[in-house]
């Protein structure tokens, strides 16, 4: 039964990002109870230096903040349909040149060493795979940091948070930050130095936001654990 449900839930979220791009907005509100962009824009005061990768961009909104910046933002994602509605999106801004890439984030269409950051908000499990995270490595300057918005705790006692408690857990859309999944974060982010876990409180949910800095010096070898996390509420 949990094998059939996955399915059809791996099975909607691909629609949603390809043929239903046009409803994603609607259903990104609808599971966050109108707080979808607000939660996005969290990771914007993480973000260091001026050009800035984002990696699945879905239909742009965060392009179109981080253009309104002083950031010079390029966005990237394998959605043609994504790709179009961003487009669309952030033209009407009207202030520079769009830079949307269609594109697999486990092969980065850009040279070495050319972002100062590298952000991704609720990505999914590919952001993790060894291939993704050495690429990310790759494109990012000495110093550079990722930023990654994981996902998101219900935590109240209100019956809408209970809805979406259990609605997250079914959707795996539910981020513990457990000892064993700083554990599994430890192995994973082992390219990258200065590991900071930033837990955002908003009302009766909690965010939590990954922030890693591109190692500075002599690169550690694999054999080196990163058992210490910084912590720090907001």
Not at 17 to 33: E, I, K, T
Not at 84 to 103: M, Q, W
Not at 130 to 152: C, F, K, M, S
Not at 175 to 193: K, M, P, Y
């Amino acid at each position: 039964m949990i094998f059939v449900i996955n399915r059809l839930l791996g099975c909607f979220f691909d629609m949603l990002y390809h043929q239903l791009a046009a409803a994603y907005d609607l259903v990104a509100w609808l599971v966050s109870f109108g707080r979808w962009y607000r939660w996005v824009e969290k990771v914007i005061p993480l973000i260091s230096g001026r050009d800035v990768l984002e990696i699945g961009i879905g239909t742009g909104y965060l392009q179109s903040r981080l253009m309104a910046g002083q950031f010079r933002p390029v966005g990237l994602d394998e959605s043609q349909q994504m790709c179009r509605i961003s487009n669309r999106r952030i033209c009407k801004i009207g202030t520079e040149a769009c830079r949307i890439v269609r594109g697999d984030m486990k092969q980065l269409p850009f040279s070495n060493n050319t972002m100062d950051s590298v952000v991704l908000t609720f990505p999914t499990e590919v952001v993790f795979f060894e291939q993704t995270l050495n690429e990310i490595n790759r494109v990012l300057r000495t110093g550079g940091r990722v930023v990654i918005l994981l996902g998101v705790q219900w935590v109240g006692g209100s019956i809408p948070s209970k809805f979406y408690q259990i609605l997250y857990q079914i959707t795996g859309q539910s981020f513990d930050c457990s000892g064993h999944s700083l554990d599994v974060l430890n192995d994973q982010f082992s390219l990258f130095d200065t590991h900071e876990m930033i837990k955002i409180h908003d009302h009766d949910a909690v965010l939590w936001i990954l922030v890693a800095q591109k190692l500075t010096g002599q690169q550690r070898g694999n054999e080196v654990k990163f058992n210490t996390w910084k912590f720090r509420q907001q």
